[in-house]
Each structure stands twice: as C-alpha cells, then as structure tokens.
C-alpha cells in the first residue's frame, strides 16, 4: 500500500544542516534525509534515512518514486554539495524550486566567473579554466601578480591555494590536492589579489535580492578563516556601490528565493571590489541560523521557509545592524579539559 505521507525531502544532514532540520520538524514535517553517513547529525532525527550521495539526484528521484513517497518541497542549508541536488529535484518532482541552471552559476566556480565576464565585465580578477599543471604554469607566467588555485565545485576552502616564487617547486602536489576535490576535470585558475575580504548575507525573494548582513572577515592563512566581525568595516560609498551591485548581480543570475552568501575582495585604497564567490545557501558555521537573524532583525528561516510553502512574504533591508563577531579558533594538538564562562556569555544581550 502506498505510503500517504507527506515528507520533506532534505539533502545533506551534517551539523550545519541541524538548525533548518530541526526548524522544519518543529513545523511538525516528516523528513526523508539523504545523507551518505549512518553517524551525520540530522540521522537520529530523521522519520527515513535514505544512505545516498547527496549529488546522485537520479538515484534519488528513482527511489522516490519507487517507493511513491509524496514530497511537499526539496531542500537544505550551509553547503554547497546539496545546492544543483535540491534544484534539480525540485523541478523533477514539480516542488517549488529554483531552475537549476540559475543554481550552476553559483555551484560552479568557473561558471560565475563566466557569467560575470559575460554581463559585468568588472568586478571580477583574470581566470581561467586549467586542466593540467602546464595551463597553471601558462597563466602564471603571464600574470603580473601572484595566483590562486581552487577546485571548481568544492567548499569550506578545500583546496584553495596561492601559488607564488616561494612555493612554485609544489605546484604539481598542489594542482593534483585542488582538482582531487572537484568532481571537474579541471579546476579555476586566478589573479590574486590583494585587499581585504567581505563577507554578504541576503535573501531573494520573487527575484529580488535583499541584502541583510555584512562582516570585515579575517584569515589564519590563505583561505582559513579567523574571525568574521559583524558590519562590516566599509566607507559608505562604497558600501553602497557594492549593495546595488550585489543585488543586482543576484537578481541577474536568475534566482528566484532562497538564502544567499556572497565573499568579496575590497581594494586596500576602498575604491572597488572583486566577487570571491557566491553561493544560493545560507553561510556555514550557523551564520543564517544565527548570526543574519541577530545582525538583521530578520529572521530568514522563517521567510525561506514561506517561500516553499508558497505563502507571501514581505521584507525590507535592515537599517540598522547589531554586532557580532564569528570567532574561530585553532588549536595545537591536545584535549580540551575545560572551557570558562560559558554561562556569563550566555547572558550577554
């Protein structure tokens, strides 16, 4: 007998994925997970546990209907892997969805490169594709500055890396790490350069992108971040430059709704920007769960949540934004035996 049920179809189930799980059972949804881990954090609390890569959606679309379970939405949060999964599916199934080609200029690297080329010609450094360790070395040769190597379609700075004098001796060991975690033949090559990174929250709603949060971020090294602080640090003009071109930039690409974070390279002088990248998913590390809501005023889960419900949604960019600071720490090799004032954190306001 076919199963009656009315399931939420959620992709991936790590930690940064528990808070929009949770959100949805606490909505009082049936979720059908698919996570390739037994242990993920989501699994306990899945109604089904579907043990599936989360990019195989043909496997997954096949599986739904063999078993005849009716979806009412396709979703996820804070990852990259889920983001052509989710949109993909959604259009399979006839759930409310985002087309997926709008989504593949965000999953995908040299897509957005190529997009930007295509309608901005600004705002962007030099790039290109690179299939071997003689394409890196082509375009370094011809690149006045230093290069960054990243894999096309990976996250969370894997495989990032900037190639200069001091570590050219490597770029074979790091040309085979980046591509290693790409599901590309190839990977993107770029311009370094030089400035400070800023960090953009936002959401879209009916095609219009609203941005809700901004932070001056800070790195350990190369593409390991250490702290994000919450607005960012930005003259106003510039601020406001980067704003319209943001929103605009979004509402190009063809996204419909959904959660959006963006990374940009501001000029030391604060005269321009270059986009990093931009991802249709919340940020990593509960910054759309948490951080946005508390910066914002606006509580984004609960309007992405409208929007696959089809329900109306009203929102407005913030005027004023609260501060906060996204801390991450790195430490030598040991236990942690005890952490201090947790308690008197817990009741700052």
């Known amino acids: 007998m076919p199963d009656s049920t009315k399931y939420v179809l959620f992709i991936c189930g790590g930690k940064w994925q528990l808070p929009w799980f949770r959100y949805l059972k606490n909505k009082g949804h049936k979720i059908i997970l698919v996570d390739p881990y037994t242990h993920s954090p989501c699994v306990p609390e899945a109604d089904i546990h579907m043990v599936y890569d989360a990019k195989d959606h043909d496997e997954i679309y096949h599986l739904i209907k063999e078993n005849d379970f009716e979806i009412e939405f396709v979703t996820s949060d804070q990852t990259d892997v889920s983001t052509i999964t989710v949109a993909t599916l959604s259009q399979k199934l006839g759930t409310k969805g985002n087309d997926p080609e709008a989504v593949k200029i965000f999953s995908n690297k040299f897509e957005n490169r190529d997009f930007l080329q295509k309608h901005y010609k600004a705002h962007y450094p030099a790039f290109s594709k690179a299939f071997t360790v003689n394409d890196l070395l082509s375009f370094y040769f011809e690149t006045p500055e230093n290069i960054i190597i990243k894999p096309a379609d990976a996250q969370s700075s894997r495989g990032v890396f900037k190639i200069d004098k001091h570590n050219l001796k490597d770029i074979h060991k790091l040309f085979d790490e980046a591509i290693s975690f790409s599901s590309q033949d190839y990977i993107i090559v770029e311009e370094f350069v ?27 090294r190369t593409g390991i971040a250490s702290e994000l602080r919450y607005p960012a640090s930005l003259n106003s003009a510039l601020l406001k430059k980067l704003y319209e071109f943001h929103n605009h930039f979004i509402k190009k690409t063809g996204l419909e709704f959904g959660i959006t974070h963006s990374e940009y390279i501001v000029n030391e002088e604060e005269t321009d920007f270059w986009l990093v990248e931009a991802a249709c998913r919340g940020g990593g590390s509960l910054i759309p769960s948490h951080i946005v809501p508390w910066v914002s005023g606006i509580d984004i889960y609960d309007a992405y949540y409208k929007f696959l419900t089809e329900k109306p949604v009203e929102i407005e960019e913030p005027k004023e934004f609260k501060h906060a600071i996204l801390y991450f720490f790195e430490f030598k090799n040991g236990t942690v035996q005890k952490m201090e004032g947790l308690d008197e954190a817990r009741k700052i306001q």
Request: one cysteine or more; a positive charge.
């Open 194 to 220: 030089k400035g400070k990174e800023i960090t953009v929250e936002g959401i879209c709603n009916n095609h219009k992108h609203y941005t809700l949060a901004t932070s001056s971020k800070k790195h350990f």
